[in-house]
């Protein structure tokens, strides 16, 4: 049988519409990945965000013990002095890098667990 003119843009136009609905469940299959990615990373912002506290906090917690060698070295050299012996010059340096660092080691564990929190 013969297919009028009606018919052949009825199956045209069908045809079209077809292709038409696969490729927008393409699309939505596509929004559907990117969801689960998202998803599954933002999963991880806890985790990540409870990491950076605890680290923060190991920081600081250093940076606390790093400011006491100062005051551990001003003891033992006064000590030392009263002893009428000198301490070695690299011992100072040392004492002084120790309180350089725990201040700026203070610094950065107070601004890492400002930035943790905005997580």
Do not use: C
């Not at 950076?52 to 190991?58: C, F, R, T, Y």
């Not at 002893?83 to 350089?100: D, K, N």
């Amino acid at each position: 049988m013969k297919q009028s003119k009606t018919e052949k843009a009825v199956f045209a136009k069908l045809s079209t519409q077809k292709v038409e609905l696969e490729e927008h469940k393409i699309e939505l299959s596509a929004l559907d990945d990117l969801n689960a990615k998202y998803k599954k990373i933002a999963a991880n912002a806890p985790k990540i965000k409870n990491v950076v506290q605890k680290e923060a906090n190991n920081l600081a917690a250093v940076a606390t013990s790093l400011g006491t060698i100062k005051g551990q070295f001003e003891k033992i050299e006064q000590s030392a002095k009263e002893l009428g012996m000198e301490i070695p010059s690299a011992y100072r340096s040392m004492a002084e890098v120790a309180e350089s660092l725990a201040k700026e080691w203070g610094k950065a564990a107070t601004k890492i667990a400002t930035a943790a929190k905005e997580i």
